[in-house]
């Protein structure tokens, strides 16, 4: 048995096209919600058994099982990003704040993709502060932004590294960037990655929904924040985001839910 046979990428995301191109919101919910349950199932049972504990695999099982994960893991980032996209658009934008530690965010985002990473010869590297202030946040959105940039900067490194670095900032703010030394982006295209389905196609990433960036752009701009990158063909790509690390006062929380995108 082929290792293409066990999940291929590409037919993945053709379900995840058909979802993309129905214009009905309430479709593209029943039929996200309809195949986001299997497919965190096959994700969390592949980790179990990435993780040997239902007992030891050898190392051809090991490469079958892993790419199962990572596949099922892409599929399920891109269903989550079209399910956020989905009730954005349709004017659903509370958040729920709270205080959080933003080192302890990423290192359980960090956890789960990075098995991803290690199958692509790449390391992910957490460099974040101790004393770092506590960041008031939607952790769950937050999640999902630090997963869009970790699978994004993972599908154009191979063999090299990904950082994720924190930063108190003037004006009560905290920073977040997540750095590769992966393949970097065009100039001409700088503009255009953070629009909806935009994608940048090469070897390493032949398919892409084109929908993780928007979705990070969007959950940032509602937590009153900013996102930006530096590129360089090449060297690799950083995106950076920054979110108050103080609680929002009400007046401010409800312009965000009512108020349009940057």
Known sequence: MKKRDILN???SLRVLGN??????PQEIALLGHGIKSPLARIVALSELLLKELPGELNEEQKEYVQDIYNNSFLLLNSVNSLL???????GYRTLNIGPFDMKEIVESVVVRVDSVAVSRGSEIIIDIPEDLPIVY??????EQVLYNLLDNAMKFTLGGSITVSAQEMPDKMIRVSVSD???GIKEKHKNKV?????????ALNPDGSGLGLTVVKEIVNLHQGEVWLESRVGQGTTVHFVIPNEPRDKEKELASHAGSFK
């Open 9 to 11: 990428k590409r037919q």
């Open 19 to 24: 979802l993309q191109n129905s214009s009905d």
């Open 84 to 90: 956020s996209i989905t009730r954005t658009e349709s």
């Open 137 to 142: 946040c939607d952790r769950y959105k937050i």
């Open 181 to 183: 030394t992966g393949t």
């Open 194 to 202: 953070f629009e909806k389905y935009f994608t940048e196609k090469n």
